[in-house]
């Protein structure tokens, strides 16, 4: 059984930083989508940043040049920087995953905010920017 475990979510003033991490177990982390999401209470779910199989990462535009996604294989664990923080990035922030399907595009299926087709996901760490 596959578990993500988000954590490092907080509350910040407007310009500051933050760490969120996510534990991958029950899975081989190397066949893999892994992606970011976010949101806010009444909206839909946003796809934020990925990582394919390949190594390929990509950002949502409203994130990028101020957060990174990374990925510790060895501890399989998923990292997303969130830096330059805005009070508009406040939302409940979502690891999720996907494994062994080389025929779905991992950047359209998170950035276009397929949620439906992420098989895994975490419960969510909530970060909270005040201006």
């Known amino acids: 059984q596959v578990q993500l475990v988000e954590s490092g979510g907080g509350s910040v003033r407007a310009g500051g930083s933050l760490r969120l991490s996510c534990a991958v177990s029950g899975d081989n982390y190397s066949r893999h989508c892994v992606g970011w999401f976010r949101q806010v209470p009444g909206r839909e779910r946003e796809g934020v940043a990925s990582i394919d199989g390949y190594g390929g990462i990509y950002y949502a535009n409203s994130v990028k040049d101020r957060f990174t996604i990374s990925q510790d294989n060895a501890k399989h664990t998923l990292y997303l920087q969130l830096n330059s923080l805005k009070p508009e990035d406040t939302a409940r922030y979502y690891c999720?995953?996907?494994?062994?399907?080389?025929?779905?595009?991992?950047?359209?299926?998170?950035?276009?905010?397929?949620?439906?087709?992420?098989?895994?996901w975490g419960n969510g760490t909530l970060v909270t920017i005040s201006s």
């Open positions: 999720a995953a996907y494994f062994d399907n080389p025929g779905r595009d991992c950047r359209v299926t998170v950035l276009g905010n397929f949620v439906e087709f992420m098989d895994y």
